[in-house]
């Protein structure tokens, strides 16, 4: 009787079913955690009424999530944020589903690939990215890309599947730059797997494409912070080392024990060598793209501050490329008996546990500087209510944190009936009186 019910258990709460439930719970959880959110810093450069879904913003083609924001400011205005944030919560759910996928397909265990996404659904260490709308344009070209990967990982590409790899390829760089090290390790992949001819068949039109946008908007993008002369020697690869340490310190929960993460990851890659080119390949060449991700970014970012590299948004592609590489080797772990076994879900469950505290922590912490945002908004339109006159259509009533909305896009948000003023205090009013006085 015992074991027939255990049986049934096991029939019933298979890794795929807890992985899918666990997807739902997710989803939830983060829009419950970001309910108090609203728009800030670069969601205003999407929701311009006459936003140039071309052109680069800050280095990067954003067509796609342009196109998304101005679709939901078209169909359900700006009264509630949540459903900005759900594009940006989808976009992470589809990345976490899409790293199982790949986890299980590398050969780690099932069980173990969905203990680790079930941690990375609410990933705290890069609550910036789940709690910012703006950043479905990160995640979205990531999630996109990943795809990729799924469909050249495999025996045989037939050439629909070759078509829809290299049309997705294309559609992963119109949501963010974030694509390219993604569909790098997906072109090295797929000549693993199916020799050079057809990779450049698959890959060579996306980055054709993209070399054209590049050279006719983003050439000399004066928004990054690059690296340059006898610094990129000497400064990028510190850079790229605080971007391991950081991220995966952040991950861990213990900072210092980030170096210690990635050494293990280097000395698991050594013992599984010659296992490269076989299953696991999908999972080293995520991790290999990892790689590219930190060179591209010190190249491109590395000028400003160091402790940048740490920032939220880096530690998101960082943690969750290694993922599939962690689920093997915790996996050779695991396999060593039960006590291993017991440790390895404890890590886990504590390493889950830091991230929804800093989750809810950060969410939080974002949401007072959101609301302040809606505040000092509402009190742009009070003045602009009373004086129509009071500021030019180019003044920024919100220069430090809303640098892209302007006193016109106050206005035709206002025109157009896409925003529901919130109360606001006299603070507020004399924050963007002091803002509007110097134009």
């Not at 950043?135 to 037939?158: E, I, K, N, Y």
Request: charged share 10%; hydrophobic share 60%; with cysteine.
């Amino acid at each position: 009787m015992v074991e027939r019910a255990a049986g049934r258990v096991r029939t019933v709460l298979t890794p795929t079913r807890v992985h899918l439930t666990s997807l739902v719970v997710g989803a939830i959880v983060l829009l419950v955690i970001g309910r108090d959110q609203w728009f800030s810093y670069d969601d205003w450069a999407l929701l311009h009424p006459t936003a140039n879904w071309w052109a680069s913003h800050q280095g990067h083609w954003t067509t796609a999530p342009t196109l998304l924001f101005q679709l939901l400011r078209a169909t359900v205005g700006l009264h509630s944020y949540l459903p900005y944030l759900a594009l940006a919560v989808i976009a992470h759910l589809a990345v976490v589903h899409l790293v199982w996928r790949l986890s299980v397909r590398a050969g780690a265990s099932a069980w173990l690939s969905t203990g680790f996404a079930a941690v990375t659904l609410v990933l705290g260490c890069a609550a910036e990215n789940l709690f910012w709308a703006f950043q479905v344009g990160f995640m979205g070209a990531v999630a996109v890309a990943l795809l990729v990967v799924v469909l050249v990982d495999r025996p045989v590409v037939s050439l629909p599947w070759a078509v829809a790899a290299g049309v997705l390829a294309v559609v992963a760089l119109t949501f963010s730059g974030t694509a390219l090290p993604v569909l790098a390790g997906a072109a090295i992949l797929s000549w693993v797997r199916h020799g050079l001819p057809r990779s450049l068949a698959i890959f060579a039109p996306a980055g054709l494409i993209y070399l054209i946008w590049y050279l006719l908007e983003a050439r000399g993008d004066a928004s990054t912070l690059g690296v340059h002369g006898i610094g990129f020697v000497t400064r990028a690869p510190l850079f790229v080392a605080v971007m391991f340490g950081a991220g995966y310190g952040q991950f861990v929960g213990v900072l210092v024990l980030g170096p210690v993460v990635a050494l293990a990851l280097l000395a698991w890659l050594w013992l599984a060598r010659r296992r490269w080119l076989g299953r696991e390949a999908v999972a080293y060449v995520l991790l290999l793209a990892s790689a590219v991700f930190a060179v591209l970014t010190a190249i491109s970012r590395g000028g400003g501050e160091l402790t940048a590299a740490g920032a939220q948004r880096y530690v998101y592609l960082i943690v969750m490329l290694a993922i599939p590489t962690m689920a093997l080797a915790l996996g050779w772990i695991a396999a060593r008996g039960r006590a291993a076994r017991v440790l390895v879900a404890l890590a886990l469950v504590l390493i889950a546990g830091v991230n929804v505290t800093w989750g809810v922590i950060r969410a939080d912490a974002q949401s007072v500087t959101e609301q302040r945002v809606q505040r000092e908004f509402s009190a742009t339109v009070s003045l602009l209510s009373a004086d129509p006159q009071f500021a030019p259509p180019g003044a920024l009533p919100i220069p430090d944190v809303a640098p892209d909305l302007t006193v016109a896009d106050v206005e035709a948000d206002v025109r157009e009936g896409l925003v529901t003023p919130v109360p606001f205090g006299p603070a507020d009013r004399a924050a963007v009186r002091s803002s509007l006085a110097t134009h």
